[in-house]
């Protein structure tokens, strides 16, 4: 049973920068195109960005020009470079596969605000 844990996030200014990671156990996960996704209060969980097996990226227009998904293969890790942050990136963030495969983890708290 593949595990994530996610981490990096807190508390920044607008117009500042973050770095989020998610580790996942097991081998399996690095067979699939990995996710991060983020859910902001009374709001439904989105997806964000998705890296494929091939290293192609996708990015919702919320992040578009601001965040780069990147992951490496062997550490079983998957990054999310957070730049440019408004207070609209506000919410709890989280990593899975694109197919939603694996239990969620606990999410990283990124709250932007002055």
């Known amino acids: 049973q593949v595990q994530l844990r996610e981490s990096g996030g807190g508390l920044v200014q607008p117009g500042g920068s973050l770095r989020l990671s998610c580790v996942a156990s097991?081998?399996?996960?690095?067979?699939?195109?990995m996710a991060w996704y983020r859910q902001a209060p009374e709001k439904q969980r989105e997806l964000v960005a998705n890296?494929?097996?091939?290293?192609?990226?996708y990015y919702a227009d919320s992040g578009k020009g601001r965040f780069t998904i990147s992951r490496d293969v062997a550490k079983n890790t998957v990054y999310l470079q957070m730049n440019s942050l408004i207070p609209e990136d506000t919410a709890v963030y989280y990593c899975?596969?694109?197919?939603?495969?694996?239990?969620w983890g606990q999410g990283t708290q990124v709250i932007v605000s002055s």
């Open positions: 097991g081998s399996m996960a690095r067979l699939y195109a």
């Open positions: 899975n596969s694109l197919s939603i495969l694996y239990p």
């Open positions: 890296i494929a097996r091939d290293g192609s990226t």
